[in-house]
């Protein structure tokens, strides 16, 4: 006996759809075998017996371990928070869903079944994803826990440069990670509130249940904190090699104006979080995080250049060649040039070309 849910004049048998979904579950398992497990297992024999021939299956192992110790770590964190949240915040039964349908003038439906299935396979395949990228950059893991010194300090952030080489990529990276599953569970988290009628997001719809701000503006906070710190940790290093001037570096825009804003949209995501828990405090989480991320975006906006490198460099070689201002000695005066640079073109006199 099966048990319809009516939409107007379509009726869905639910129990034909969870067998439909039981039997792509299947052929999706096998796709995932043939694809990535055979594959994988035949790479796994070849680099094997290549290693051991030439002696180095100790190099090996340790790539191997390293691999499975952060496909493990990332993906089963990222599969923790991404379950945690969608369990808390998804529908128990389908009497849940009633008020978000009845508000856009739908049926609501049997989903008490279908959704743990198509919520926990997304997360499911989220985790798996994160944790073939960061099986990926296993190396850069190893170097940062074992890439030492150099002596060479930088003399803006005063840091040594084995930092900016070992240490900041896999920092990056991790921050990068953890803010993608912070906005994934905040966007699905919001759409299950929505579904269950606890968000108002449409104006006819009621007020926003608190446990449901909270999660929400906790979510938001996050991913705003995250933000504020990339912005703190990698966006102020790769000023270092800013292609903005005419040579690599931090020129004298990117210290005296791009520094200061990527330190102000650092700022302006802290607040932003601070803002979003106020409007949960306030039964406002909704409006208060779309002004935030409004407000958020235009502060970091002017902070990225607005072309590409190479445009700009090539802009540069074209100013730079007409910069210096031949005397009447040969010589050549300096010409500041857009961004504080002083561009110099030595002018060779008459005298000195004859000479030459």
Do not use: C
């Amino acid at each position: 006996m099966t048990s319809p849910g009516d939409f107007g004049s379509i009726r869905v048998d639910t129990v034909a759809l969870q067998r439909l979904a039981k039997r792509l579950r299947l052929i999706i398992a096998l796709v995932a075998v043939a694809v990535i497990g055979v594959p994988w297992l035949g790479n796994f024999a070849v680099d094997l017996l290549w290693f051991r021939e030439v002696g180095f299956q100790e190099v090996f192992t340790t790539s191997l371990k390293w691999q499975i110790g952060m496909f493990a770590l990332h993906g089963g964190v990222a599969f923790a928070i991404l379950y945690f949240n969608i369990a808390r915040a998804k529908p128990r039964t389908s009497g849940e869903v009633t008020v978000f349908a009845s508000g856009v003038g739908a049926a609501p439906s049997d989903v008490a079944r279908i959704l743990p299935i198509l919520f926990n396979g997304f997360a499911a395949a989220v985790a798996l994803l994160t944790g073939l990228s960061a099986s990926a950059r296993w190396l850069g893991f190893l170097m940062a826990g074992r890439g030492g010194d150099t002596g060479i300090v930088e003399p803006l952030f005063g840091r040594d440069v084995a930092y900016y080489i070992f240490a900041l990529p896999v920092i990056g990276a991790t921050i990068t990670t953890a803010l993608v599953v912070v906005v994934i569970s905040l966007i699905a988290v919001v759409l299950l509130y929505a579904l269950k009628g606890e968000l108002q997001i449409l104006p006819r719809q009621q007020a926003t249940a608190p446990s449901a701000s909270w999660h929400v503006a906790g979510l938001a906070a996050t991913a705003f904190a995250l933000f504020a710190l990339r912005l703190w940790i990698v966006s102020r290093a790769e000023l270092l090699a800013s292609t903005t001037g005419p040579l690599v570096g931090a020129s004298y825009t990117d210290i005296h104006a791009r520094l200061p804003g990527i330190i102000g949209a650092a700022i302006a995501a802290l607040a932003g979080a601070g803002y979003v828990l106020y409007g949960a405090s306030r039964g406002r989480v909704a409006r208060h995080l779309q002004l935030a991320v409004i407000g958020f975006v235009a502060s970091t906006s002017w902070v990225v250049p607005s072309s590409p490198p190479s445009s700009r460099n090539s802009s540069w070689r074209r100013t730079n060649s007409r910069a210096s201002v031949r005397t009447s000695s040969g010589t050549s005066r300096p010409r500041a040039r857009p961004g504080g640079w002083i561009a110099w073109s030595p002018a060779i006199s008459p005298a000195t070309r004859s000479s030459r």
